[in-house]
């Protein structure tokens, strides 16, 4: 199993439910740019699992040196990767903190799953799980810079679905809405509509063993980026989103 974005609390908590349910995997390998903060997750699951872990720094601001993940196999790969940044006035036309933003999210991000796709493709078999967001569902005035990154990336994750799928790969597309975690912190959250990453977790688990092309979190989501999506724009322009 490879895990991208090992220290998002939801890659910790699938990847413990993954393991709760049963599944088997020779090593994990954990993708990191924080080796400290994922060297305390590989020894929690050597303690609870006895799983054996494997921990590449993988910094997506850096150039990524591909000959350390040529020898990288797996069934499963996981990506939690994401950056919020900064979405206040200030932030939205701070060149640097939009670079950061489309970068990790979409530009930088891309060609690292492509490489495991390729994998993925060449053994005929395989699963690629990414996190993607509903705010890629339609742009939004509280968050369009990052909204526009993940709506890129989910666009990417659907050709490649598609591009995959004779090719026996199935990609699974997730839409968390909001979750209780680090990179929300200090957001005012609905808990109506936010889940923890357990919750989150357990979701995203049931979406792959059902193979479901694209699935958010909590059902209600869903219900809530239809109606957005279904608003006329002369009207989606005056709302306060």
Partial sequence: MIVLGSNSEIAQAFVEKVLEAGEKYSVIYLL???????????????????????????????????????????????????????????????????????????????PVLNFFAGKMERQRSGTLIVLSSVAGDRGRQSNFIYGSAKAGLSAYLSGLRNYLFSRKVHVLTIKPGFVDTKMTEGLPLNPALTATPKQAAEGIYKAFRKKKNTAYVLPVWGIIMLIIKSIPEFIFKKLKL
């Fill in 32 to 110: 990191t740019s924080n080796h400290g903060t994922a060297e305390k997750f590989a020894l929690h699951l050597d303690v609870k699992f006895f799983q054996r872990t494997e921990i590449i720094e993988l910094d997506l601001m850096k150039e990524i040196d591909y000959t350390q993940l040529d020898e990288i196999n797996s069934e499963l790969l996981f990506c939690a990767t994401g950056y919020l940044g900064e979405n206040t006035e200030e932030g939205l036309y701070n060149n640097k903190n939009t670079e950061i933003i489309i970068d990790i999210n979409y530009a930088k991000l891309i």
